[in-house]
């Protein structure tokens, strides 16, 4: 198997509110990179930092959403995001090294895959999608 190259790219937080968070992190200094919404229905912001090379991203499920959750303190860490040059080698390097796969995302646009950390939070792994 050909080595896979991984990057670190960014964390994601859940926010309670988007706006509220969105204006405490600008007024921080990070500047609004991207934002869409996901297939499921939840938003999601990248920030940039000036001369950093991570991103923030910030997460909103809204409570019809099935990754809602209550946050309490502690909790709005969302997950961490890593970049891989071969999303389906790593899922089989994932799998041999006996690491839970707890979502799957693999369409036009999107190739990702999911895993938890032993305190269960997600761990995020995607790359170029299934056809180029």
Known sequence: MAKVKIEFVYAGLR???????????????????????????????????????????????????????????????????????DVEAWERELRRRKFPIVARIREPFENIIYTRDPDGNWIEFFGPAPDG
């Open 15 to 85: 926010t309670r509110n988007l706006v509220r968070s969105l204006r405490f992190y600008r007024k921080l200094g990070f500047r609004v990179h991207k934002r869409g919404t996901m297939g499921h229905g939840g938003r999601w912001v990248h920030l940039n930092f000036p001369g950093a090379t991570q991103r923030l991203e910030l997460n909103f499920y809204p409570r019809s959403n099935r990754y809602y959750e209550p946050i309490r303190k502690g909790t709005e860490f969302d997950h961490l995001g890593f970049r891989v040059s």
